[in-house]
């Protein structure tokens, strides 16, 4: 049963804080948006924003064919400029924010409609930042609310699904886990061995942990359509992961820390010296004395 228990937490160890981030790490959008921050300093975000931004525009500016171009290229280097500056930052915290709120709202709600978010607020930063780099045609770019389709209608009803499942076994695997290994040690008949192997399972979990988020980068990357930046969408990988990377390289410390403490304890205990009683020898004072007494108190023939 013992072993058991244990085998059972170590198996879970792992899951547990994979639906533990899903559930409370990317579902909180403040901690989402944190994560995403720094990515806007990231070269290839900035590159690829900076070209999709670009075709958008070029696809709503009303130019000639043989003018396209030569404003295309304007286009796009001002665009990357735009990605340099504080607005840019605002902008993308304020962009990653509007869309984790509309989407959690639609995983939460029982709507079955479209996930949208309107981006025109950043349209118009980046046109005005275009129009101060005096580019040909800013000005005539247009600021529409347009919504920009996020979720389609007919994913949200297996996601909305998913999403309730992660947020019930994000708390209870976990604790599951921890009540699984208490109960294996102490039902182990020798607690340091269930110690150790708690703890052997808990380094190996954590570098399957590490191992699965490896191969899902890869998997990830290698099912993205073409035309989608594989740098910049690795970048996002990258972020978004970062959390679990950091619980497996902790979970495979505090494995082999806590084996190797297990496995030095045994030799710590040392067994005391048994002091055996003191017996009476011909030269001791008493057996002497009662000789002595025996001698004189025999009769003389």
Request: negative net charge; glycine residues 6%.
């Amino acid at each position: 049963m013992s072993a058991l228990l244990i085998a059972l937490s170590c198996l879970l160890l792992p899951f547990g804080a994979l639906a533990a981030w899903a559930a409370y790490g990317l579902a909180d959008t403040g901690r989402y948006v944190s994560t995403m921050a720094p990515l806007a300093d990231d070269p290839d975000v900035r590159d690829a924003v900076a070209d999709t931004v670009g075709d958008g525009i070029m696809r709503e500016v009303d130019v000639g064919r043989p003018m396209r171009g030569t404003v295309a290229p304007f286009v796009r280097e001002a665009v990357r400029s735009f990605t340099q500056t504080r607005a840019f930052r605002l902008a993308w915290d304020a962009g990653n924010r509007a869309t984790h709120d509309a989407v959690l709202s639609a995983l939460q709600d029982e709507r079955e409609e479209s996930v949208t978010v309107d981006l025109a607020p950043v349209t118009a930063q980046v046109r005005d930042q275009l129009a101060e780099d005096h580019v040909p045609f800013a000005a005539r770019i247009p600021v529409q609310h347009t919504a920009v389709a996020v979720l389609p209608a007919a994913e949200l009803d297996q996601l909305r699904k998913g999403f309730h499942v992660l947020e019930v076994a994000g708390f209870w695997l976990p604790v599951s886990a921890v009540v699984f290994a208490v109960c294996g040690i102490a039902l182990a008949v020798h607690r340091r061995r269930a110690v150790t192997a708690t703890a052997l399972g808990t380094a190996l979990g954590g570098a399957l942990l590490g191992l699965a988020l490896t191969v899902g980068r890869r998997l990830t990357l290698a099912d993205l359509p073409s035309d989608v930046p594989h740098p910049a969408a690795a970048a996002v990988y990258d972020a978004l992961t970062s959390t679990l990377r950091t619980v497996s390289w902790l979970l495979l410390a505090l494995g082999l820390t806590v084996a190797a403490l297990a496995w030095l304890s045994r030799y710590s205990r040392r067994p005391s010296p048994v002091h055996e009683p003191a017996s009476d020898t011909p030269d001791s004072p008493s057996l002497s004395a009662d000789s002595q007494n025996s001698d004189q108190n025999m009769p003389v023939t």
